[in-house]
């Protein structure tokens, strides 16, 4: 299984973007699927986690309210969007599948990484 993410760039603070992770080859079948995020010199973070088969959603208190994770079954996609973006959110963010956690442990696929900057 790969994951590929996208939809990363520049942002204005206040302002929104939309990230997508697809996933290609084999059976894909994870408990969740779920968003990261590391910024320079940071440890990588939790940032969100969505169950793959039911409504289950988790977020980082950093970014609750503000983000919001989704998933397209039949695409093999999952979503975060980003509103009311603030500097402290420029992160590399990256997708992950696996198990219901929090914790880079719980995630055994990962997706390659798109650089998120919000000016202020």
């Known amino acids: 299984v790969q994951l590929q993410a996208s939809g990363g760039g520049l942002a204005q603070a206040g302002g929104s973007l939309r990230l997508s992770c697809a996933a290609s080859?084999?059976?894909?079948?994870?408990?969740?699927m779920g968003w990261f995020r590391q910024a320079p010199g940071k440890e990588r973070e939790f940032v969100a986690r969505k169950a793959w088969s039911g409504t289950a959603t988790s977020y980082a208190d950093s970014v609750k309210g503000r983000f919001t994770i989704s998933r397209d079954i039949a695409k093999r996609t999952v979503y975060l969007q980003m509103n009311s973006l603030r500097p402290e959110d420029t992160a590399v963010y990256y997708c992950a599948a696996g198990r219901w956690g929090s914790q880079r442990r719980d995630y055994d696929y990962w997706g390659q990484g798109t650089l998120v900057t919000v000016s202020s």
């Open positions: 080859g084999g059976t894909f079948t994870p408990v969740a």
